[in-house]
């Protein structure tokens, strides 16, 4: 059973402060990996993507790759109230095509 | 319209009750996606379609029927549908079943009394 594992929350940082989000999966063979977020009542929406180890940034948006330790994160920097959200780690498997998804960490993000 | 859009927004229905979500991709995918997201939990993979062709079913209950008349539009049939599955109806497509990039919809919420 391939499995995607993240704390559920929430999470709550005050306003400009780090927020950091950690997911952990299961099958060392993943390639690709994914952060989604997801409004409340809204469709999730890809955010950032990353495929190698060490980290990926974008904005305020940093992303973390351990393979050995089968372990990303996502770094929000100056956290917004409009990050508030649900953000959702998503594990690319090669065999078969599937998108595996973690129960998503709920953001805070307190003005 | 662009990008993936799905009707009702909003569904209620009772146990009894046959009805249907539709999906449509405006973005000349090859590939689309039923996902189920209860509140707390993964989403879960329903059914994908490959050129209208079901290349996956998770196991999922017969109680819900997909179906998928061209690349392009998606729907998800529902009969005597349980409490327990009121939850929010994603819809997604994708390039190529090998594409790691899925675009979703805005989802239906789906409550059954």
């Known amino acids: 059973q391939k499995e995607v594992e993240q704390n559920s929350g929430p999470l709550s940082v005050p306003e400009g402060a780090i927020a950091s989000l950690n997911c952990t999966y299961s099958d060392r063979g993943s390639q690709s990996f994914f952060w989604y977020r997801q409004y409340s009542g809204k469709s999730p929406e890809l955010i950032m993507s990353?495929?190698?180890?060490g980290d990926k940034e974008d904005g305020r948006f940093t992303a973390q790759l351990n393979k050995a330790s089968q372990y990303v994160s996502l770094l929000i920097r100056d956290s917004q109230p409009s990050d508030s959200a649900t953000y959702l780690c998503?594990?690319?498997?090669?065999?078969?095509?599937?998108?595996?998804f973690g129960q998503g960490t709920e953001l805070s993000v307190k003005p | 319209e662009t990008g993936v859009t799905q009707t009702p927004r909003h569904l209620v229905m009772g146990m009894t009750n046959k009805k249907s979500l539709k999906c449509e991709q405006h973005l000349g995918h090859n590939v689309m996606y039923w996902y189920k997201q209860s509140a707390k939990k993964p989403l879960e993979l329903m059914f994908v379609?490959?050129?209208?062709?079901?290349?996956e079913n998770n196991s999922v209950p017969s109680r819900f029927s997909p179906e998928c008349p061209n690349s392009s539009h998606l729907f998800l049939h529902l009969h005597t549908l349980q409490p327990e599955d009121s939850a929010l109806y994603l819809c997604a497509s994708s390039d190529s079943i090998s594409s790691e990039t899925q675009y979703f919809g805005p989802g239906t919420r789906l409550l059954v009394l």
């Open positions: 990353i495929y190698s180890n």
């Open positions: 998503a594990v690319f498997y090669n065999q078969g095509g599937k998108l595996i």
């Open positions: 379609y490959s050129l209208e062709e079901r290349v």
